[in-house]
Every structure is written in C-alpha cells, then in structure tokens.
C-alpha cells in the first residue's frame, strides 16, 4: 500500500517518520480496536447496560491528535469516548470497569460509559447531551487564557452536533475572547444515523468558522501522520496566541452509532470497502512492512500483547464489585 494522498491531505511528512512513532501508532491504534471490540462482546453478554458507543474505526483521529498534544493539554468529548480515554493514557482496568459499573471505575461504577472523567489525564469527560461539551471545552482553555500558562484544549465533537447552535455561540466568544481551543470536528458521515448529504446543506463543516474570523482545514481522518501533521498545525497556532482553530477531521465508523443500531441507513459493501481501502491501523501496518520497520511476526506479538491488556482489563471489571449502596450519596450536590 502506498502512503495516501487525499483532497485534505496539506502534506503529512512521512520521509523522516521513525520506526519507533509508527509502532506507537500501531499500538496505540490497536489497543483501542481490541478494547472496543471486547466492550461489544461485553455489552453482548449484558455485562455493560445502558447506552454504548463504540469508536472502530475512528482510532486515527484521536491517536494523531494526542500526538500533537504536550503535557498540560486538555481534551473533552461526546459520548464516543472511550478511545480518547486511552489515547490520552487512562488505564483500560479503570475505563472497563466504569463501563461494567463496577467500583474499580473511573467514576467508582456510577457514571458509566458516558460519564467519567481523569483530572491526572486532563480528560474532561465524555458527555451525553449532543453538543453539550462545546462551550465546556471554551471554558476550559478560558481558564488557560486566564492563567497564561499555554496549554490548549481539544474539543470534540460530530458531524451531527456541528448543527447545533451553542456550537456557533462557542465560535463566536473563542473567537472574541481569541482562547487556545481547538475545535475538532469527528466527521464520520453518519451523525446518530443521517448522513451529513441528508442533513447539511454546507458540507464543508470547518469552513462555517470563517464567519467568525477562525482558522481551519479539513484533514483525512483515516490516515494518522496526516492528523498528526493537521494537528501540530493548530496546536502551534493556538500556542501562539492565534486564538480558536477548527479542524474537520473526515473518518468513518465501521459500526452503528451505539450498539442497538443495526446501522441500515448504508450497505454493508460500503462499510466492507472502506475497511478493505482505508482502515487506518492497516495503513500503518503496510508503512512498517514496507519500510522493514516489522515483520508480520513482530506485528502478531503486539497484536497478543494488547490482547492480552484487553482480557486483562475485562477480568478486572468482571471481578471488580458493585459499588456500595453508601455510594449513592456520595458526589452529589444535594
């Protein structure tokens, strides 16, 4: 597989891209395909309850970005989070066993898979109300504007809640108020089950910030080094006092938008060829055979050793137990 080239692409760099960054990715890339594959399974035997999203076949978008990030950055999501979380190095025990509801959680098994959240991480959690965590995540880099200390928050958010007005409410005051925030547009095409041809008039989603004055581009969401590259792009920006910048990062969801979506607004031959085209972890895997950067074997061992993490993970929550019912009161303001 040559490295791509697509309509986003400004020129992801990959003559000097080390061996040692491309197993990163792999890993890392893997590591949330395995544990998103496991949630299923879990979700499947009723071990997870309530609503479940998955994030296969978005690894890349998050992967990349936190390759653009520094230590201090913060980041906050929709519900499609639970590869963000690992991305950003939460544990996968912990992310599990929220998941499962059990008190080795991140929210001690009371938020589950929407609600959790890692001050060590600087991750400010998934949110389930659609559009929600926009003006949070302005909030959070006005505090960094406020504090003058650099750092920069990554705002996510999709195709479908770029429609929602508080999201142009946000541009407005980051702009007006020139905050270090970079607004990430997951564009997976499909929004909780409409396509954005269906539901958007303008589909360059990212352009919709030059009415407030607001730096952007579009990059190839399935394609790591380009994300990484884009976002080195608007971090450098930010950090330089520049104000908001918006990146449309176009990716594709290989599965429904939770898990009781049977997802029959689109062929399964349209998912099969853009797993067979355009998986991201398999673009990374033919960059390292090819350059001679791993064998098919070095592959397979990581390939058991994030297994192996995954499992691990899924045991732990499986024997971590409910939370107390003393628990209850705990946390709330009331």
Known sequence: MAPRKSPEDKGA??????????????REMLLIRRFEEKAGQLYGMGLIGGFCHLYIGQEAV?????????????RITSYRDH??????????????????????????????????FSKEKHFYGGHGIVGAQVPLGAGLAFADKYLDNKRVTFTY??????NQGQVYETYNMAELWNLPVVFVIENNQYAMGTSVKR????????????????????????????????????????????????????????????????????????????????????HVRELL???????DDDLKAIDKEIKAIVNESAEFAKESPEPALSELWTDIYA
């Open 13 to 26: 760099d990959r003559s000097n891209v080390s061996k040692e960054e491309l197993l990163k990715f792999y």
């Open 62 to 74: 998050v992967v990349g970005l936190e390759a653009a990030a520094e230590e201090g950055d913060k």
């Open 83 to 116: 590869g963000h979380m690992l991305a950003c190095g939460m544990d996968p025990k912990g992310v599990m066993a929220e998941l499962t509801g059990r008190e080795g959680g991140y929210s001690r098994g009371k938020g589950g898979s929407m609600h959790m």
């Open 157 to 162: 958010f999709g195709d479908g809640a770029a």
């Open 199 to 282: 539901s958007t008039k303008s589909p360059s989603l990212w352009e919709r910030g030059a009415a407030y004055g607001i730096k952007g581009e579009a990059v190839d969401g399935m394609d790591v080094l380009a994300v990484k590259a884009a976002g080195e792009r608007a971090v450098a920006a930010c950090r330089a006092g520049e104000g908001p910048y918006i990146l449309e990062v176009n990716t594709y969801r290989y599965r429904g938008h939770s898990m009781s979506d049977p997802a029959k607004y689109r062929s399964r031959e349209e998912v099969q060829k853009m797993r067979d085209e355009r998986d991201a972890i398999e």
């Open 289 to 295: 055979l090819q350059g001679g950067h791993a064998t």
